[in-house]
């Protein structure tokens, strides 16, 4: 009797939507990538506890945007560049397109510069080899690597964000003051703060992410026999929208959470001590060692290199989605490299572009401040443009976004909005 209980729960687990958890978990750890360590660290070692709110008022925007993203490549079949051309002028898709590329390419350099640093701190090797060993790395496991294998090991690899709390057992936290300044900081509100926030939310809800969540669903619906679009076949539609509900929210909140946790890290150690200044995610695990302890340092520095081998792959693999869809290239990770030319050039050259500017007089840090420019300047039409496809019923058929969901995602390309603007102005 007690097997038969076991047997009918575990067949419940099975059938629950976080069981088939992938494309809004992959994207949601992507987001915590070496560049966005690298601003959470900044954030926390400035201005102590008091950033941590950012993190609660970011999961609902960045959560709504990105579930609307995952309906719709599961509804329409397509890609959100495809649905773009196929609905907005050719020009719309071109400047978001050219943009994507090439704030992809300055964002990959400036998170294998990060790896490269990072590795050197732990294991000793040059960095300059050791970026050119992930680069190449990474490359290879996405072109040779069928995109079902492949999933399972970014999977896999979305543990390395657990790094981040477990640094806080190391270290001294006052909770109550943590509860206290989550919900009600205390910081003066000038340019200095402005262009944190601003980094903090550019960081998170970013349009490369955009383009990877709808076209991973893309990918899973072709790799299960049978699954068709839902505005051709909606008999699956209430569990695979239930799914990607699930799986987009839960993968926000994992990746929400995480960031939080890197601010709390450095917040109460590096803040405390009085390192303020911030340029890197390998400077930030340097400062933590003598502040933490080797341990807190190691599992820092081993969390991004785990990150990072999942975002440099979605930076390029958005790319090559979109460029492909733009220039009606076959593309899919599951397909071979003979037979998808074009999509794996495209993430061959992101990646290896990349590559090439840890030899030139680029800093990376440089590169890094340029990719946030044009993804502000990306990310608040590129909303708009997700809103306005995912209400469309010519589009999404009888599965429009809800409107809880689309009011969300307006107040996020709002707060965007003012983020992009506040970017520009001197001071």
Known sequence: MRGYGFRVLWERLKEHPLARIGPGLITGVADDDPSGIATYSQAGAQFGLNMLWTMPLAYPLMAAIQSMCGRIGRVTGKGLAANIKTTFPPAVLLVVVLLLL?????????????????????????????????????????????????????????????????????????????????????????????????????????????FWQASEEVEDMQARPGAVPLVLD???????????????????????????????????????????????????????????????????????????????????????????????????????????????????????????????????????????VINGVVAVPLMVVIIILASMKSVMGEFTASRLITALGWIATAVMGAAAVRMFIPG
């Open 102 to 210: 090439v704030a992809n390419i300055l964002n990959i350099a400036a998170d294998v510069a990060a790896m490269g640093e990072v590795a050197e701190l732990v294991i000793g090797f040059n960095r300059h080899l050791m970026t050119a060993f992930f680069v190449f790395g990474t490359l290879l496991l996405q072109v040779f690597i069928p995109y079902h294998r492949y999933v399972f090991f970014l999977k896999w690899l979305t543990f390395s964000l657990l790094a981040y709390a477990a640094v806080l057992f190391t270290v001294h936290v006052p909770w109550a003051e943590v509860a206290a300044r989550t919900v009600w900081p205390r910081f003066q509100f000038n340019g200095t703060a402005a262009a944190v926030i601003v980094g903090v939310f550019g960081t998170t809800i970013s349009p490369y992410l955009f």
């Open 234 to 372: 909606g008999h699956a539609a209430v569990g695979e929208l239930r799914r990607i509900q699930w799986d987009t929210w839960s993968g926000m909140f994992y990746s929400d959470i995480t960031a939080y946790f890197i601010i709390l890290a450095t917040a109460v150690t590096l803040n405390v001590a009085g390192v303020r200044d911030i340029d890197s995610a390998a400077q930030a695990a340097s400062a933590l060692r003598p502040l933490a302890g080797d341990f807190a340092y190691t599992i820092f520095a081993l969390g991004i290199l785990g990150v990072g081998l999942i975002g440099v792959p979605v930076l390029a693999g958005s790319a090559g989605y979109a460029l492909s869809e733009a220039m009606g290239w076959k593309s899919g990770l599951e397909r071979k490299a003979s037979d998808a030319r074009g999509f794996y050039g495209v993430i061959a050259v992101s990646v290896l572009a990349g590559l090439v500017i840890q030899y030139s007089p680029i800093s990376p840090m440089k590169a890094l401040f340029w990719s946030a």
